[in-house]
């Protein structure tokens, strides 16, 4: 069947050459404005748009102006509504026409917000002015935030002089918005393999990130490294940065001469910056390795958010895949574009992905998949991944029923569910198998949707994917902005993790069969960025397995973190059967089930004190001496332990609660949030924020808020209950 057609606008936007231009500058609140037909600006960086149009020649009564956004974001949504809130429009007028000014009222599901300055009365006449100015501070607002991930934009203007509803674009109405890191570093990351042999080289990946986790271009300095145990050859105690290695370093040739686990720290004196790598395990014969990577990342080719549209040098397949391979570290990666039209139309944006999976085809060392998102009308998006080479691309808007047919029953192909646009729906969709479920996403944690298949009766393989759209794919978590699940309940969504989770598989070699074949054999984990090497055993059979035991469950757990471990809840079904808090790196645990259920369904939810989560696929487990019930009087998977928001206080939290409580009365609906309280402090990956527990809404449900005010202009983030690993349906 032919997928359905994208809503459009109602009215032509057309390519054209019309007199008139677009003047743009941007004015930061601590530094020199900028202008231009190219604007370079920093990312993160806080101050006023505006627009300027030089009117050249006559637009009637009816006619106006359309402004149009391509490859970044301006903000979530403009508005003039609210004074001191963010991103405030005014429209400022040098005519004797009277003009309507339009904000987002056009802005359907898969169209990016735009502007509209309409003509009511009059004519606009040459040599008339019109000045939209974003992020207007006269009247007590902030300003706008210049969007925080380095990306090549546009802004486009149109004209329809006659009121006929036919834009065309200007002849200088097209400006380029270069955005470009933050040049002070605020995060190191060092990383290698997880698991290696003696004498077996391999390389070091060390990054250097800005506040919002791009890659810090700019960086110039030293980072010294350290391996405390004295047992790796190769290791330089140094590695300088200059302009070339564009804050990127690749340290080769580094072996291990004996078995152990090692951790090597890097330092940066000079910007007091510090890291540890991740634990790099070396056996002699190590049963399977443990290899990271990303099944669901976005690259060039979508149009229905005004976000992917050109193949940017960061949004280029080819881009994606140096990402994973460079800054990432990553064994395997299947970028794909999401939602593209149909391939007759864009026949390039797939034939790009083909070429760059054959560029980056390298057995050993790096695997490429195809993949490209389907949103179904019903029944939740799904990441469609090939195993092999594919020729055409799944229809973007395929129905579910189509999908299935195509694709449901081959070996060769995954669909994937996952929790972006449209979560996976079983109860709108009921589908009899699901191979894969994605329990974390640069949306944030969500722990839900293995709950949620679980209770369908599903037997997933656990992973973690970014579903990066502009950020850097799989960067370490991050405030990125606008990324979060709260779209219903806030007038700005706020900004989840931004990018960072991982899907971890152990597979015998890094070779496209062998990790597909251990997807497949549910051989996986999940992290939100973290290399953790994690171990979860049921009597002696590895996650992911179905197994049949004549006695008690034995679950066994180990563990090799990259911060100290802070909790690790061992869930049975829908329950938490037990915790432990162990406040170590490295943990070996075991519990035995001593009342268990005859059918059930184990896995391992890890959090590590930076606020990085790790989720192992479960164990199903049949015992011929468990009980029929359910277990119900164990406390709930996501139950949170009680606290009297009374005895909180005094904490080191309290200073930003007046901050937090003006942004909210300024920005959204104050009567929706009650009994905001400020717990403490909490330094995590994407930075410090002041902790805040709250309700929401006339049902009053828990929530957890996160004040990032380190940036220059605070971020909010929320998550459903008073943790941050996906306690409620965030669909």
């Not at 598989?505 to 953790?532: F, K, M, N, Q």
Request: glycine share 10%; aromatic share 8%; with cysteine.
């Amino acid at each position: 069947m032919s997928p359905p057609r994208v809503a459009t606008l109602p009215f032509r936007v057309r390519g054209g050459n019309e007199p008139g231009r677009l003047d743009v500058a941007f004015h930061p609140a601590d530094g020199p404005s900028v202008r231009g037909p190219d604007l370079r600006l920093t990312a993160g960086a806080v101050g006023t748009w505006e627009f300027r149009i030089e009117v050249e020649a006559r637009v009637a009564t009816g006619g106006g102006f359309f402004f149009e956004r391509y490859g970044f974001l301006l903000s979530h949504s403009i508005q003039d509504t609210r004074p001191r809130g963010r991103d405030f429009v005014a429209l400022q007028t040098r005519t004797d026409a009277r003009v309507r000014l339009e904000l987002n009222e056009l802005n359907q599901a898969n169209s990016p917000p735009i502007a509209r300055i309409v003509v009511e009365r009059g004519t606009l006449l040459p040599g008339d002015q019109l000045c939209l100015v974003v992020g207007d501070t006269s009247r007590g607002g902030p300003g706008s935030e210049v969007y925080d991930v380095t990306c090549q934009g546009r802004i486009v203007l149109s004209v329809d002089r006659s009121g006929s509803l036919a834009y065309r674009q200007l002849r200088a109405g097209e400006i380029r918005i270069h955005v470009e890191s933050d040049p002070q570093p605020t995060l190191l990351r060092l990383l290698g393999p997880s698991i290696t042999r003696p004498g077996e080289p391999f390389a070091l990946h060390l990054a250097v990130y800005d506040r919002n986790h791009n890659i810090c271009t700019q960086y110039n300095g030293a980072v010294a490294l350290r391996d405390e145990t004295a047992s790796l050859i190769g290791l330089p105690s140094r590695v300088d940065f200059g302009p070339e290695n564009a804050g990127l370093a690749i340290i080769e040739g580094v072996n291990a001469q004996a078995p152990g686990l090692i951790r090597i720290k890097a330092h940066d004196c000079q910007h007091g910056l510090s890291a540890p790598s991740n634990p790099i395990l070396v056996q002699s014969n190590p049963e399977s390795l443990v290899l990271w990577g990303d099944l669901h990342s976005h690259s060039w080719g979508d149009v229905s958010m005004g976000l992917m549209d050109d193949p940017t040098p960061i949004l280029h397949p080819s881009g994606r895949h140096a990402q994973a391979r460079g800054q990432a570290r990553l064994d395997f990666a299947a970028p794909g574009p999401m939602a593209p039209p149909d391939q007759t139309h864009r026949p390039a944006v797939w034939e790009a992905h083909q070429a760059a999976y054959r560029a980056n085809d390298e057995p050993g060392t790096y695997v490429p998949y195809l993949a490209g998102e389907a949103h179904p009308s019903v029944g939740g998006d799904r990441n469609v991944i090939f195993r092999d080479w594919e020729e055409r691309h799944a229809p973007a808007w395929a129905d579910m029923d189509h999908l299935l047919e195509t694709y449901g029953d081959r070996q060769d192909v995954l669909l994937e569910a996952h929790v972006g646009g449209g979560p996976a729906d079983w109860e709108a969709y009921p589908t009899a198998h699901e191979p894969v479920v994605e329990v974390a996403s640069g949306h944030g944690s969500a722990e839900w949707i293995l709950q949620r298949a679980l209770r369908h009766g599903h037997r997933p393989a656990v992973i973690a994917s970014g579903d990066t759209h502009l950020p850097l794919l799989a960067a370490p978590m991050a405030a990125h902005l606008f990324r979060g699940r709260f779209g219903n309940h806030l007038n700005i969504r706020d900004c989840a993790i931004g990018c960072g989770p991982v899907a971890a598989v152990r597979a015998p070699r890094c070779e496209r069969h062998a990790i597909w074949d251990a997807v497949l054999s549910r051989r996986t984990y999940a992290t939100t960025g973290a290399r953790i090497i994690l171990e979860v055993q049921a009597n002696g059979h590895p996650a992911g397995s179905e197994i049949e035991i004549d006695g008690k469950p034995r679950i066994t757990v180990t563990a090799h973190a990259c911060a100290p471990i802070e909790c690790i809840d061992l869930i049975r079904n829908d329950r938490a059967l037990t915790a432990w808090r162990p406040d170590e790196l490295d943990v070996d645990l075991e519990f035995e089930d001593d009342a268990p259920l005859s059918h059930a369904a184990y896995y391992v939810r890890l959090r590590q004190v930076d606020g990085e989560y790790a989720w192992s696929t479960p164990i199903w487990v049949d015992s011929s001496v468990g009980d029929s019930g359910s277990g119900g009087e164990l406390p709930a998977w996501n139950q949170h332990e009680p606290v009297d928001l009374a005895a909180v206080r005094p904490n080191d939290a309290e200073p930003c609660e007046v901050q937090l409580l003006d942004y909210l009365a300024a920005n959204e609906d104050r009567g929706h949030f009650h009994d905001i309280t400020p717990i403490r402090i909490v330094n995590e990956v994407p930075g410090r924020a002041a902790l805040f527990y709250a309700y929401l809404g006339g049902a009053r449900e828990p929530i957890a808020i996160r004040w990032y005010f380190e940036f220059p202009m605070p971020r909010l983030r929320l998550d459903w209950g008073w943790g941050d690993f996906g306690a409620r349906d965030g669909g």
